[in-house]
Nanobody, 115 residues
Framework: QVQLVESGGGLVQAGGSLRLSCAAS????????MDWYRQAPGKQREMVAH???????NYADSVKGRFTISRDNAKNTVYLQMNGLKPGDTAVYYC?????????WGQGTQVTVSS
């Protein structure tokens, strides 16, 4: 079993920045992809950013150029640097990880962007 714990959410004004972290613990052998998802009230959960174990990344069009995903494999931690935040980025942000075909979710962290 793998546990994922997010941190770094909060309230920020439009144009501001936040850095989310997600630390994995438990029975870790080799975590493959790690993603960040978000879910706004009344909307479906959507993928925001994706990173493979080798460091290849992919982003949702809505965050390209503003968000950066990175990971520290030695610490089993993935980060999401969010710059130029907009009110539309307000959501609960979830960490997701894949290990040996099993998917794990964190509990989520709230990000609120005020106008």
């Amino acid at each position: 079993q793998v546990q994922l714990v997010e941190s770094g959410g909060g309230l920020v004004q439009a144009g501001g920045s936040l850095r989310l972290s997600c630390a994995a613990s438990g029975r870790i052998f080799s975590i493959d992809a790690m993603d960040w998802y978000r879910q706004a009230p009344g909307k479906q959960r959507e993928m925001v950013a994706h990173i493979t174990s080798g460091g290849s990344t992919n982003y949702a069009d809505s965050v390209k150029g503003r968000f950066t995903i990175s990971r520290d494999n030695a610490k089993n931690t993935v980060y999401l640097q969010m710059n130029g935040l907009k009110p539309g980025d307000t959501a609960v942000y979830y960490c997701w990880a894949n290990q040996m075909g099993y998917a794990y979710w964190g509990q989520g962290t709230q990000v609120t962007v005020s106008s």
